[in-house]
């Protein structure tokens, strides 16, 4: 028994060493010293260092650690998707475009698209329109019906269904040119407009 001791004590030592480089004289005078049982606080100490808990306590403590990082919630995800851009639609006449100046056509838009927003100065969206902040980043779209009688269907059909908007119409000649909504969600006034062409 006293032989078997010794060689195993020997074999923990050797490893403990190997593994933690400790020096092989403190293996042999510990062998030396303890040559019959085991001595316990020896084992203990070398079974500690080899204790693979010691190791895993820093992975336990950074997967802690990215475990509470914030994640987005569904409500955060439905407020980016559900933004709703606010838009003003411009709308001229092709038989105009195809028969004016260029500019002529665009001052007509730009006449419609002012009186728009004027008309509608206290209105919140206008205002928000119009925010210093947004002003550098508004949305227009401009499109383009056939001619007079389709600019004036367009008009009612936006008077029915409550969509504020300026009919722009041209003096002295008196005859209506173009229109423009006040800004409004693109989701409030697409639907009006989804039969139209962009204005090319």
């Keep these: ?35 019959s049982n085991p001595p316990t606080w020896a084992l203990n100490r070398s079974l500690s260092r080899l204790n693979p808990s010691s190791m895993s306590q820093p992975l336990s403590a950074s997967a802690s650690a990215s475990d509470s990082t914030p994640l987005a919630s569904p409500e955060d995800v439905d407020k980016t998707q559900s933004f709703d851009v606010l838009v003003q639609y411009v709308v001229l006449r092709r038989d ?9 056509v665009v001052t007509q838009g730009c006449h419609a ?9 206290e209105d919140p969206h206008t205002l928000e329109y119009c925010n210093p902040d947004n002003i550098d980043s ?4 401009t499109l383009e019906v056939k001619g007079e009688t389709q600019i004036l269907n367009l008009s ?3 008077t029915a269904g409550g969509i ?10 008196n005859f209506p040119t173009c229109l423009a909504t006040k800004p409004y969600p693109k989701s409030v006034v697409s639907s009006y407009f989804k039969r139209l062409k962009l204005c090319k």
Excluded: Y
């Excluded at 105009?96 to 002529?104: A, K, N």
């Excluded at 698209?113 to 100065?121: L, R």
């Design 1 to 35: 028994m006293g032989i078997q001791s010794t060689t195993w004590v020997s074999f923990c030592l050797s490893v403990s060493a190997a593994a933690f480089r400790c020096p092989c004289s403190i293996s042999q005078s510990l062998l030396t010293k303890h040559n």
């Design 96 to 104: 105009l475009i195809d028969t004016w100046p260029l500019g002529s």
């Design 113 to 121: 698209s002012v009186s728009a927003i004027w008309s509608n100065k």
């Design 138 to 141: 508004m949305h227009k779209v």
């Design 156 to 158: 009612e059909k936006l």
């Design 164 to 173: 504020a908007h300026k009919l722009w119409i041209e003096q002295p000649e």
